[in-house]
C-alpha cells in the first residue's frame, strides 16, 4: 500500500518527534502541528488521508478538533485518531461522540500503532475510490442535462424540490440524502438515448417511445455498482411509476411504488410543465399544480403528497 499523507496535532515535542520517525519509516508522509487551530487549518487547506491528535489534555481541545472535522462536507470522511491515557474512559466516550474513528493508547505499542494506522488508511483508500465512483456518476448525470438545453437546471430544481418536500414531510436526513441524488441522477439512463430521440421536438413513435421509456432500466443497472446508491436507485428506476399501475418500467401499484420515487415523480411533473419547451410555452405553477391535482384523481399520483408539494412550492 502507498505511503498516505498524515497530518500530527501534538503540542508535545517529544510525543510528535516519535510519531514522525515511526511513520516516516512507514513511508508515509508527515506533517506536524503543535494547535488545534492549526490543524484545522491544515486540513482545510490540504486534507490528509488521516489526522491523528494527542490534544487532548488538559483542555480538551482534540476533541474540539475532531468534531470540527466531522462537522464539514470536505473533512467528514477523514480518520481521526485520538491519543488518549490507557484508563480515562471519560475521554473515549467524549471521543466516541466527537465523531473519531480509533484510539491509540499512551505509552503506544508500536506494532499495534502501525496496525492501527494501516488499517485507517485503507479505509480512507476505499472510501476515496466511493468517491471518485460516484463523482463520476453525478458527472454524468450533468452530461445527459447538457446534451438538451431545453433541460438545463432540471435536475437541479428536482433534487431542490424534493428534498424541500421530503423535510417538510419530516423524512430522516438519510432518504432526504436520497432525493437529492435521485433528484438529480433520475434519468442518468438516458446517457443511452440517442439524440434523435431526446431532442426530438414532435411526438415520439411507437419504437422511440420504448426505447426512451428503457432509460430507467438503463439508469438503474448503472447505478447498481454502488452500495451507497442503494437508497438511489429504487427513484431512478420507478419515478415514471404510477399507483394505479399505468406508469413504467414494472407497471407496480399503490404501495409497490417506493415513497421516495413518488416524491421525484411529482416534482418531476412539475417541473417539466413549469419549463419551456421547443414544442410549447412553460405553464404556470397554478396550472401545474391543477394537472397535478387531476392526475391524483386518475389515480397516478398520491393526493396527500401533491397538496403537501403544493405547500412547499407554494413558499418557494
Known sequence: ???????????????????????TGEGHQVKVVVSGEAALASCAAAPPDLVLIDLVAPRGHGFEVCRALKS?????????????????????LTGIEAGCDDFIIKPYDETELRARVRSLVRLKRYTDELETAE????GLGATIEARDPCTRGHCQRLARYATSLGRSLSLDEADVGALDRGGFLHDIGKIAVPDSVLLKEGKLDKDEARVM??????????????????????????HHERLDGSGYPDGLRNG?????????????????????????????RDVAFDILADESKKGWRDRALVDAFVAVATLM
Open 256 to 284: 409497490a411504488v417506493p415513497l421516495l420515487a413518488q416524491i421525484v415523480g411529482i416534482v418531476d411533473v412539475f417541473d417539466a410543465l413549469t419549463s419551456q419547451r421547443p414544442y410549447r410555452a412553460a405553464r404556470s
Open 1 to 23: 500500500m502507498a505511503g498516505a499523507t498524515i497530518l500530527i496535532a501534538d503540542d508535545d515535542a517529544v510525543s510528535a518527534q516519535f510519531l514522525t520517525g515511526l511513520l
Open 213 to 238: 421509456r428503457a432509460h430507467p432500466l438503463i439508469g438503474d443497472a448503472l447505478c447498481a455498482g454502488l452500495r451507497s446508491f442503494s437508497r438511489v436507485r429504487p427513484i431512478v428506476r420507478h
Open 135 to 138: 463523482a463520476l456518476m453525478l
Open 72 to 92: 464539514q462536507p470536505q473533512t467528514r470522511l477523514i480518520p481521526v485518531v485520538i491519543v488518549t491515557a490507557p484508563t480515562d474512559r471519560r475521554d473515549r
